[in-house]
């Protein structure tokens, strides 16, 4: 604690009863801010491992479907199988407001509705594990999207977490203390100047009286 550079007088003690009551009022609300924010980060981690486990499974089939798709078709015939997709995906970025933080969300549209347009070759001179490859990508996909939305908040959410605790705790530990600090000493001040005031009022009051006694 650290008692601040102020003159000790009653509208000094005003002013800082006055500021102490605002970062009271502001510590309490960035604390609830804080919990709320670690409430909804600890959901989206949740949620994160889930998605990564399921996206790295499935990235993992689709790469052992692929091997044996390259074992038995030569890759120049895969290449050109892959080379002319049919289906196109566009990627809307939005944001929402989560507690002052602004995360993205991704939202996909596809070219066309038809399913069966992820294969973008015919079946005489590929293998069906290319295309058990190319479903096992197309299903995960989405997750693959959210995975990245879900992430990217999680990045944001910590940062803000971070900034609002480290606010929690200057408002906690020093301006709060320090205004506390200040506040006694003014008010000790002042009493004591109080008491020396009144001390000052009877010495010259007995004075007065003492030269009244003896005028008279």
Known sequence: ????????????????????????????????KCDELMRQFMILIKENRQLRSEVETAVKEADRYMAVAGSV?????????????KQEVELEVTEKNVM??????????????????IYSYGTAFTSTDLDGAVSALSEVFPKMIRLAEVEKACQLMADEIEKTRRRVNALEHIMIPDYEETIK????????????????????????????????
């Open 73 to 85: 078709v030569q890759r120049e015939v895969l290449e050109t199988a892959l080379l002319l997709p």
């Open 100 to 117: 002052s933080v602004c995360i993205p969300e991704f939202k996909t549209k596809y070219k066309t509705g038809d399913s069966n347009d």
């Open 1 to 32: 604690m650290a008692r601040l550079n102020v003159n000790p007088t009653r509208m000094e003690l005003g002013k800082l009863k006055k500021k102490l009551q605002t970062a009271r009022r502001g510590h309490k609300l960035l604390k609830d």
């Open 185 to 216: 000493y003014i008010t000790m001040k002042l009493s004591e100047n109080e008491r020396n005031t009144t001390v000052s009022l009877m010495k010259v009051k007995d004075m007065v009286l003492k030269q009244s006694h003896n005028y008279h």
